[in-house]
Structures are given as C-alpha cells and as structure tokens.
C-alpha cells in the first residue's frame, strides 16, 4: 500500500522508515543517493527515525535492540510535587486530563462533519437533491460510527478524571479503543475517495460548496470561543490525526504507568494493536536497481581528489570528484555484487582547457540553492551524539558485536544525511563550451583550495582533448586505485583508536598579521571541523588600510569532536557594485589560508598557547586555550556580595526592587533598538574582551553604564545577556522543576503536553516567570525580523534554550561518563523546551493563574 499523504491519503505513522541497501567496502553508494529524493529535490540519505517524540532518550533507542515496542515505566525525577510514585500518578493524570481535552474536541468535529448528513439524506430522494444517497454514503462513510466509539469511550472516561484517585484503573477504555481500530482502516481506505467527491460535488453545486466550507464546531465547554467555522475538507483529515495520536498517547501513558499498577499490562496491549494498525497500512517497499560493472585501467596523474557535493538538476548528489593534470572528471560509485571491487561511473568530465570560473556578473543565471532550516542541521547532530554515547555505553558493556554494529550503521546514515544537506557556499565550473556545474562546499577554504589547484595546473600549456568511450571507461576505472580520499568524511569511518576530537570551548585570541605588500581592508575568519565537515565561527572587525593590522580579539568557540582550528585571511570588499546577488557567494579575496591541529596535550594547558600561521607569506599570530566542556557547563553562585553575574536572580531582582534584572532589560532594549536586523544576532559571537568589559560594569553599577552600551557593538551585548544567564547559579526555569520539563516536552498528545507546560511554568517563582516570560517576547520580536537577521525561532531556541535550561548539577554528572554524551542526550530537549513556549500563542501571567483541571487545544 503506498504511503499515506495529506491531499491523497495521509501519511499516518511516525514510523517512517527509508528501506536500504547496504554495500560493502566504503559504505558509499552513488545510486543510492540518485534514487532517493526529499520533498525538496534533495537526497535522502538512508535514515530511520523510530522515535514518537522529540526525547532524546527515545531518538536514542534503536529498535533494533528489541525494546522499542514497551516503552519504560514512569521516572519522573522531580516536580516538588511528592514522591517519585506520586509524580509519576501526577504526569498520568496531566497525560489523561490532556486526553480529555482533546476527546471533547474531536467529538464537537465529528458532530459537526455529521451535522449536514441528514438534511442532505433526506433532499437526496426529492426532486431537488443536493447529493446522491451514494455520494452522501461515500463522503460520511464511517463517520458515525466512530463518533459513538469515542462518545462513548469520553463518556466513561470522565467521571473517572472529575473524580481522580490514584488507583483509578484506565487500562479497559483504551483496550476496547484499540480493539476497533477496523473502523480506522475502513475509513483509511475510503478516505482518497471521499475527498475527491467532497471536491467534485462541492464544484458542481453551489449550496453543497457553501455547506462544505462552512461547517460549525462547538468550542470546549472552558473556552471562550463558541464556535468556529472549518471546512469540510479539514474535518475528514481528523479521524486521520486522531488514530496516529491514539498511539502516541499510549505512548505517554504507559511511560508514566508503573509497571505493577493493573493498567500497564491493558496499556501494553493497546499499544501492541495501534502500533501494528499503524506499521499494516504504512508498509512500503523501495525497490533498488542494480547496476552493470566496467572494466578498470590506468592512465594520467592523479592531483586531487575529494568528496563534493553536486547540485544537479534541483538535488543534492554526493560525487567524487578527481582532478588530472589536464582534465576534471566527476564521478559516483557504482553498485557491486558483494566481494567484486568497486568502481567509479563518470557522471561528466571538462578538460582544463575548456574550463572557467564563475564571474560576477553572471550571477543572475544562478539556480537557487534550498538550504534546509538551520533547526533541522541542529537535531541531526544531536542525534548523532545521542549515537555516539549509545555506541560508547554499548563498547563498555561488552554485550556483542550486532547491536554495535547497528548503531554503527544508523550514525553513518545519519552523517552521510549531514554531509548531503549542510553545504552551502557555491562553487560553479563552466565549461567553455556552454555547459556549467554547481558544487556546494561548507567552507571557503575549499573552494579556495579547488580553485588554485586548478588555476595552477592551467597554468601549463594544455590542449583541450575529446576522450573515447573506451578512454574514459580505462580513466573512470583507474580512479579507485588511483584515489586519495577513500571514505565518506565521517567520524563514523575512523578507526577505533583514532581521536575523538575535543568537545567544549576554544578560547581564540587573534593578534596580528604580517607580510602584507599593499595596505588593506583586512579581517580574519575562524573555522573548527564538526560532523565531519568545517564550519565558520567567528570573524574580526574589518582593520581599514594598513600592512600590520592589530586585532587582538577574543573569541570563544564551541567544539563538537573537533580536531583542527583554520585561520583565513580576507581583504574586504567595499565596492557595492562587484556584490555578487547570491547570499551564499563570498567574494571578499582570501589572502592567504592555514591551519593548525588542536593537540589535546597542548591546548588543555590552564595557560595560554601562543602560534602563528603562515600563508602565502603572511603571518597570522593567535593564542588559544581549550576548557573541556564538564568544566564550562558549571554553574558556580557568585562568592560576592554585590553584582550581578552569578547571583541568583529572586535577589537581584529584591536589590533593584525590579520584576526583572536591570541587565536583562537594558541588552534587550539595545539589541531591540539597533540590533534586532542584525544577521545572526546571538548567533554570532561578540569580541570576549568587550563583553567581559560590560560584565564588569554590570557587576560594579558603572554609571556611564548606558553610554558604553550606546558605543559597543552590539554582539557584544548579545554576547553578555546569553553570559548572564548562562552564569546564574541555577537555570532560569530552576534546577527543580527540570525533570519535569523533560518529561513534559516528551509527552506526544498536545493537549497533555499543553498541560503540563502551563503547570510548571505557573510552579517557577515570580522573579523567574515574569523574566522568562519578558525574554520569550524578546525573542519573538527577534524571529519576525528573520527574513533580514536569519534568525527564526528554532534557531534562537538552539541558542537560548541550553542557556535557559541546563541545571546545576551537570557537572556532578560530567565525571561519570563523557561530557559529550551528557550534552548530546538533554540539549535537543532543551532546546525543544524553549521552542516549545516561543511558538506558544502569547502567555500572560493572569491566563496562567487561572488553574483548570486542562486546557483546551485543538487536535
């Protein structure tokens, strides 16, 4: 059966797994990223995400280990509201309160979708009939029988939820829910259909259109709204949504079910019948080609070699690109049987001869790059990590090699996906003949390396030359043997005993230049390697019209796994005309390029190490530090009296006698009034010495405090609100209640997530709820202005939430077992807290004083 979709039949499961080959060798397979494509012309790498929730806990699990059908009982670890039992009857009350509230909803659609059923069947007989009694039969098909199954099902869960007890036992409703499930599969079946009559009968008669588009749902008894008007069309999609939320709820109840509470066992069974409904009618097959093999040869010198990614015709393909003395030629590897040597397929190939660069000017023939939203980047690596601490724990564990091997497996997947998707800095080669290829790289400084290697080479006398198909067969096949880069740039393909990399925070202090021939607009850039690929994290000011420039300016960077540091050198391009209309196109001139390995034994030195680079000539002088992450995360209470930094906010706020902390409402107010259009603000790194300047006057109550903030740059400013809260002595949603917001934020049905969200922002102390509620509609107003600053709420909800978030006591956590694994399992939670609220209709303290048993939200 194919999978489900919203204008045809919906996509129902969570359960979305991409089938795939596994080849043998390098684990690269060319025609494995042709055939599978994105919604968006890009490829899909294979990738299974198993898990029902944004948990990290549960994106973490493999189903392979057996384990995912019985998710784990209840651990709540804290909400001040009792014990450890008590809280987890308390989630499973917000759990069935949610699922209350959402019934009602869904019983007020049904009863609006069948409101028009009978004065239709009874025109249908008359002379005039708006519908056919078969048009009428197709369109409603079902529908009333599932109204009277969750009519019922409300009808008896009610009661049980007005009058909680503890020991209230739930488990049959949800059993006998399950149980007709059949009906779903009937209406699922029926679904293409009946929308394509709605449609066609609502084109051919006026009065079924206006009924169609004007249907009343009654509002929650609580609500103020009466009624609204949805569409038809709207209405029959939520049997769809409502049979793939019965899982989910499922899902949260028995995860907060102790196992020896009478339910859990009914629960289970529910969840075994709505698991394998949803697996029946979401199966899919994806039939894989097998590819012919070419005989190998040798010829020519190999230069360079490397793997790129190619936009070619709206989709990203991941080639393997190698550069000869006298030719270009772009390959992918072919499909082999197992135990036959692999080999290259040539895509195209350009002589030197024949080939340019892109120029400026004929930019406005440049295809538009889709670049994934920066929040999706984000979730990947946090799966990745949540890989990695998977694969540390099983290695200690010793229990065998096929679960390993497994795990293996999906964070290859999952890095090849990252690979295929982060790119974006174009780099285009045209053939003189017409023809032209678009590569996307992760950084400038590869473009900058493709480019001179094959400037160098053109540099010699050549003769554009036509090769046969015999001599291209003989080049494409020496390519395996002759090939330098041989895997995919992924951690995954490192051997065991090679280094992970540093995870924390790299101090960068960047001094000076020297070598320059001609005074200059001169400024450098900073890239650390992640995920396999490099990435840009910071930048100086621009030091105008000198030889030497002076910068000495800080940075602090975070590393994840990295292992090399790079330094470029740019001359900035003032003359507005020579822009190149593509954002992504840099066309500032490198003047010169280095790097430096991050040696463990050196940077974690408490002192600084000083270096220099040389570049073509020039000398680029820095100092660094490194501080491991389990000594950044800690949140240590300020040993002094005064100030503002690292004292608790409740007595900040009583010093000043403010609601919220002066500091916090002055950086706001600066960034909102010159700041707020800035492109990546808060995401990109202000000078360290400027804010350690400003956090000083904070702490000291300088006077002239509003003129420095008037004169400083304004990620500096950005810079010290994030320090603030990142050095309060507990998070601003408190060390108390964060269990219980990563419990939260993992309940899938929105009603009880909606729930319990509002619960435990109502149970933080007035100082941090009135603060955390002023920032919220800060970085709102941030998010508006995202198509100037690039910033959207997912990527401010990255920043900001392990800021907001991250408890104290981490770093009692952080000698237990890796820091990098303690990061990558709360951050994505963290951040899908904070995104949670920022996405949230606007919250004012009187709504949330007001405490109802729910809350209403629509389905």
């Not at 102790?258 to 009618?281: E, G, V």
């Not at 994290?537 to 030091?543: E, H, L, M, S, Y």
């Amino acid at each position: 059966m194919e999978h489900l979709s919203h204008r045809g039949l919906p996509r129902l499961s969570w359960i979305d797994t991409l089938y795939s080959n596994y080849y043998n060798t390098d684990g690269y397979d060319g025609d494995a990223t042709d055939d599978h494509k994105c919604q968006d012309g890009s490829e899909a790498m294979p990738y299974i995400d198993e898990s029902p929730t944004m948990s990290p806990q549960l994106s973490a699990r493999s189903q392979d280990s057996g384990d995912a059908i019985s998710p784990s009982p209840h651990d709540l670890l804290g909400t001040g509201l009792g014990t450890d039992a008590e809280k987890g009857l308390e989630m499973r009350k917000m759990v069935l309160s949610g699922v209350l509230a959402s019934e009602e909803i869904y019983i007020n659609q049904l009863e609006a979708l069948l409101l028009p059923m009978k004065p239709l069947k009874a025109t249908a007989t008359t002379s005039q009939p708006v519908l056919t009694n078969q048009q009428i039969e197709t369109i409603f098909y079902k529908i009333q029988d599932i109204f009277e199954i969750h009519k019922e099902f409300y009808d008896s869960l009610l009661p049980i939820i007005q009058q909680w007890d503890n020991k209230a036992t739930v488990g049959h409703l949800f059993q006998k829910l399950a149980s007709q499930l059949g009906i779903y599969k009937a209406f699922v079946d029926n679904y293409k259909v009946a929308v394509e009559t709605a449609e066609k009968c609502s084109q051919a008669n006026a009065q079924f259109h206006t009924i169609s588009e004007n249907l009343k749902v009654k509002g929650p008894k609580d609500s103020k709204e009466c009624t609204t008007s949805v569409s038809m069309e709207a209405l029959l999609y939520k049997p769809i949504d409502r049979v793939t939320r019965s899982t989910l709820v499922l899902h949260d109840l028995l995860k907060h079910t102790p196992t020896d509470h009478p339910d859990y066992p009914l629960l289970q069974d529910a969840f075994r019948i709505s698991q394998n409904f949803l697996s029946s009618i979401n199966e899919e097959i994806d039939p894989r080609r097998t590819a012919v093999t070419t005989p190998k040869g040798e010829a020519r010198q190999l230069v360079k070699d490397g793997f790129l990614v190619e936009l070619s015709e709206g989709s990203r393909k991941l080639r393997h690109v190698f550069l000869f003395t006298d030719l270009l030629l772009c390959a992918k590897m072919k499909k082999t049987a197992v135990g036959k040597h692999q080999q290259y397929d040539c895509k195209w190939y350009i002589p030197l001869a024949d080939l340019t660069f892109q120029t400026l000017d004929d930019s406005d023939s440049s295809p538009h790059v889709h670049t994934l939203p920066e929040h999706e980047i984000e979730e990947m690596k946090n799966k990745i990590s949540c890989i990695k601490s998977e694969i540390q724990k099983e290695k200690k564990a010793c229990k065998g090699q096929s679960r390993l091997d497994r795990l293996k497996k999906k964070m290859f997947e999952q890095e090849s996906w990252l690979l295929l998707h982060s790119p974006t800095i174009p780099f285009r080669i045209h053939n003189k003949h017409g023809k032209s290829y678009l590569f996307l790289l992760s950084s400038d400084y590869e473009r900058s390396e493709w480019r001179e290697a094959i400037q160098k080479l053109q540099k010699k006398d050549l003769q554009a030359c036509v090769l046969t198909s015999v001599e291209l067969q003989v080049l494409t096949g020496s390519c395996f043997k002759l090939r330098t880069v041989h895997n995919i740039p992924v951690t995954s393909n490192k051997d065991d005993d090679e280094s992970p990399g540093l995870y924390g925070f790299l101090h960068v202090i960047v001094h000076s230049a020297k070598g320059f021939k001609e005074s200059a607009n001169l400024y450098c850039t900073l890239e650390v390697d992640s995920f396999g690929y490099f990435v840009s994290k910071a930048k100086t000011r621009v030091f105008r019209d000198t030889t030497e420039p002076q910068w000495n300016e800080e940075f602090e960077i975070e590393l994840e796994g990295s292992q090399c540091l790079r330094i470029l050198c740019y001359e900035k391009c003032y003359d507005k005309s020579k822009l190149n209309k593509d954002d992504n196109e840099i066309v500032d001139k490198i003047m010169g390029k280095g790097q430096v390995q991050l040696d463990p034994q050196v940077v974690q030195s408490k002192n600084w190490h000083m270096d220099v680079i040389e570049m073509n000539g020039i000398k680029v002088e820095f100092s660094m530090k490194f501080t491991s992450r389990d000594l950044s995360l800690k949140r240590t209470p300020s040993k002094k009296q005064s100030g503002v930094f690292g004292v608790k906010i409740s007595v900040v706020t009583k010093r000043e006698r403010s609601k919220v902390p002066y500091i916090v409402r002055q950086c706001i107010e600066e960034v909102e009034k010159r700041g707020i259009e800035e492109v990546g603000i808060y995401r990109i790194s202000g000078v360290a010495t400027d804010i350690q300047a400003l956090k000083t006057a904070f702490d000291t109550n300088t006077k002239d405090i509003l003129v420095m903030l008037s004169d400083m740059d304004i990620n500096a400013i950005a810079g010290t609100l994030k320090l603030y809260f990142r050095e309060l002595p507990e998070p601003l949603l408190t060390d108390r209640l964060y269990p219980a917001f990563m419990e939260g934020i993992a309940l899938s049905d929105p009603a009880a997530k909606e729930n319990c969200m509002m619960h435990l922002l109502r149970s933080l102390p007035e100082p941090n709820i009135i603060t955390f509620l002023f920032i919220l509609e800060h970085l709102k107003r941030v998010a508006e202005k995202e198509p100037i600053n690039k910033m959207s709420l997912h990527n401010l909800a990255t920043v900001f939430g392990p800021t907001l978030l991250r408890p104290s006591e981490v770093e009692s956590k952080a000698h237990v077992s890796l820091a990098s694994d303690i990061w990558s399992h709360d951050v994505m939670a963290q951040v899908q807290v904070l995104l949670y609220y920022l996405q949230h209709p606007p919250i004012s303290i009187t709504e949330l004083k007001r405490n109802t048993l729910y809350f209403s939200t629509d389905v």
